[in-house]
């Protein structure tokens, strides 16, 4: 292996996938230099079967050699494996694959699926998220709501209140609060008849693209549903104080309680239940679960 990595992301379109194998391929770049290729995945796995046992490239003939594959989410598993077998490199997927794990070379799974860690498997706390430049103003706070889901029961009135108890808490805070495409319409009507002159609520469907990542950057204080995983994982990649805003149920699903007390037991955040509210830690840090990820997959090249 040169002293250059060269990294091939296989990216399957969704943003929450194509951010997490981002944050491993930064974490990697903060230990070696690398070079990396960017590859879309656009057709279905029966199509990359065919280059199992021919000597045609799997993709762009003019490649280097990948030391290693990365890519997360189902449609990424099959191509990578294939272009294994025909380019070399190690296969290093994101959250447990749908294929058997014995035939990849990394998994990396966050603490809260309950695997246990081995030779090939990393586990990490919490999800993979990428690195921000993040300057915390503490006069600045931002809302995200995540919406509907299996684990939960969304509960308009409950998140009003909560949101109530955030704005009263911190008077000197201007909370800005953005919905997600899960945000139940009823409950953006009902945020926003909220009167507090310290918050603005928006609609996720009129922002760009790129209002989150800049707000997490600026944000001294950031509270999301405790439903939204990924975002809670972002958020913590910031250096601002990071809380969760519960919601009724999660009790059906062991994953889901154990996602939460993974990261109260940890000190990482603060909790709102009704009108009690617990601050979240002050962190002059991000938490950089990519890090210490990307190192535990380098330092096996030495055993």
Not at 96 to 108: E, G, K, R, T, Y
Not at 295 to 303: A, C, N, P, T, W
Request: some cysteine.
């Amino acid at each position: 292996m040169s002293s250059t990595l060269i990294l091939w992301r296989l990216m399957d379109g969704k943003p929450g996938h194509e951010k997490q194998s981002l944050a491993l391929v930064q974490g990697l770049q903060c230990h070696r230099e690398c070079e990396v290729f960017d590859i879309a995945i656009e057709y279905s796995g029966a199509h990359y079967l065919k280059h199992v046992f021919s000597n045609q490239p799997i993709f762009d003939a003019s490649l280097p050699s990948p030391d290693y594959l990365i890519g997360a989410g189902h449609k990424t598993h099959l191509p990578m494996l294939v272009a294994r077998r025909r380019h070399g490199g190690k296969a290093v997927v994101i959250m447990n694959p749908s294929l058997p794990a014995c035939l990849f070379d990394h998994i990396i799974t966050p603490a809260h699926d309950n695997f246990k860690a081995s030779s090939k498997r990393i586990i990490c706390t919490p999800s993979l998220a990428p690195a921000l430049d993040s300057h915390p103003d503490p006069q600045r706070g931002l809302i995200v709501l995540g919406g509907v889901s299996k684990h939960y029961e969304w509960e308009d009135e409950r998140l009003v209140q909560q949101i109530e108890t955030l704005c009263a808490h911190y008077p000197n805070v201007h909370w800005k609060l953005s919905t997600s495409r899960r945000t139940p319409e009823s409950a953006l009507q009902k945020l926003l008849l909220i009167n507090r002159e310290n918050l603005d609520v928006f609609d996720v469907a009129a922002l760009p693209k790129s209002w989150l990542d800049e707000e997490y950057e600026t944000a001294g204080h950031i509270w999301i549903t405790v439903d939204s995983v990924s975002m809670l994982a972002e958020a913590l990649n910031t250096k601002a104080r990071v809380g969760m805003l519960n919601l009724q149920g999660g009790e059906s699903s062991t994953k889901m309680q154990r996602f939460r007390q993974t990261l109260l037991s940890s000190g990482w955040v603060g909790d709102c239940s009704g009108t009690e509210l617990k601050e979240g830690p002050i962190r002059s840090q991000p938490v950089n679960a990519h890090l210490s990820v990307a190192r535990s997959i380098l330092e096996s090249i030495q055993k």
